[in-house]
């Protein structure tokens, strides 16, 4: 395991590595956590999959061990920018990101604009943009009673948690301050993760829970997304059910790798050989 400091946008950026031998011709991931969490909410995907691959769990700015410079802004955009920050300075060149909630969101948002180093997406808990009424009533109860509204938010989305799960969110929810969280969730009501996920066609994957109650889900909305539902769990599906969550993403990460290879393959094909390829099946098919 190494603890790395990164140079980001906003401030120091901290992120956690595993970097294990031969790992070479697997695809790498990067882990990005959700609103006042950390990369400790991908703390038992991080060690399983850091067995094998490399991986990372990005701290983004203003949440765990990063900075967040004054002036910073919380935008999903700038979120994006943290997850380009490391796949930057780390050598991350083409890879898996798995993003929980506002990880899920930064993490099409990074896609969209540099669909040449995303082998594929991992969207945990990410739903669609709320309609704009239930969007208008929750803000105007936050700011009524901030702490009020968030307690109520915290309650339901810990629902069905385990002890260890609530245990771990409730460590780490009370640590943005009021400013900064009111930007984010406004920011978050804001972004609209449609347009950007139809813009990315490399593999992509939801995984929810019918316990969050009724939401517009991403596989829905974009033809051509999978997904896989995960009863009794609270919004943090990886830490609720991690072993069952574990397999998900093993069986997406091989149907990634595989991928890659033969992408790879092709590419150091000459295209004489292509070509002649293409026309044999062509005739195969007449």
Same mark, same amino acid.
């Given at each position: 395991m190494t603890d790395s400091m990164l140079a980001g946008p906003s401030g120091a950026l901290r992120a956690d590595v595993r970097e294990p031998r031969g790992a070479d011709d697997l695809t790498p991931v990067l882990f990005a956590h959700?609103?006042?969490?950390?990369?400790v909410?991908?703390?038992? =995907?991080? %060690?399983?999959?850091?067995?094998?691959?490399?991986a990372v769990a990005l701290d983004f700015h203003g949440h765990g061990r990063s900075e967040a410079l004054p002036g910073s802004l919380f935008e999903v955009a700038n979120f994006a920018a943290d997850i380009a920050t490391a796949a930057d300075e780390l050598g991350l060149d083409r890879f898996v990101i798995a993003g929980h909630s506002l990880g899920g969101a930064a993490a099409i948002a990074y896609a969209a604009?540099?669909?040449? !180093?995303?082998?594929?997406?991992?969207?945990?808990?990410t739903p669609g943009r709320l309609p704009d009424e239930q969007v208008a009533g929750v803000q105007k109860a936050l700011k009524q009673d901030f702490d009020g509204t968030m307690s109520g938010i915290w309650r339901r989305l810990l629902a069905d948690a385990t002890p260890?799960?609530?245990r771990?969110?409730?460590?780490?929810? %009370?640590? @943005? +301050?009021?400013?900064?969280?009111?930007?984010?969730?406004?920011?978050?009501?804001?972004? %609209?993760?449609?347009?950007?996920?139809?813009?990315?066609?490399?593999?992509?994957?939801?995984?929810?829970?019918? =316990?969050?109650?009724?939401?517009? $889900?991403l596989h829905e909305l974009v033809p051509g997304v999978e997904h896989e539902?995960?009863?009794?769990?609270?919004?943090?599906?990886?830490?609720? $059910?991690?072993? !069952?969550?574990?397999?998900?993403?093993?069986?997406? @990460? *091989? !149907?990634? %790798? =595989?991928?890659?290879?033969?992408? $790879?393959?092709?590419?150091?094909? +000459?295209?004489?050989?292509?070509a002649? *390829?293409?026309?044999?099946?062509?005739?195969?098919?007449s």
């Open positions: 959700s609103f006042s969490g950390s990369s909410q991908w703390a038992p =995907q991080l %060690d399983h999959v850091g067995q094998t691959r490399r604009d540099h669909p040449e !180093r995303v082998a594929g997406l991992v969207l945990v808990a260890a799960t609530r771990t969110v409730e460590g780490e929810n %009370d640590r @943005l +301050p009021k400013q900064t969280a009111s930007e984010i969730i406004r920011a978050t009501f804001a972004f %609209d993760p449609v347009p950007p996920l139809q813009a990315y066609d490399g593999p992509r994957l939801t995984v929810s829970t019918p =316990q969050e109650g009724p939401v517009k $889900e539902t995960v009863e009794g769990t609270s919004h943090w599906i990886q830490l609720d $059910e991690p072993d !069952r969550f574990n397999e998900i993403l093993d069986r997406f @990460l *091989e !149907r990634v %790798d =595989q991928a890659e290879a033969k992408a $790879e393959t092709r590419s150091m094909t +000459p295209a004489p050989e292509r002649r *390829e293409s026309t044999a099946v062509g005739s195969r098919g």
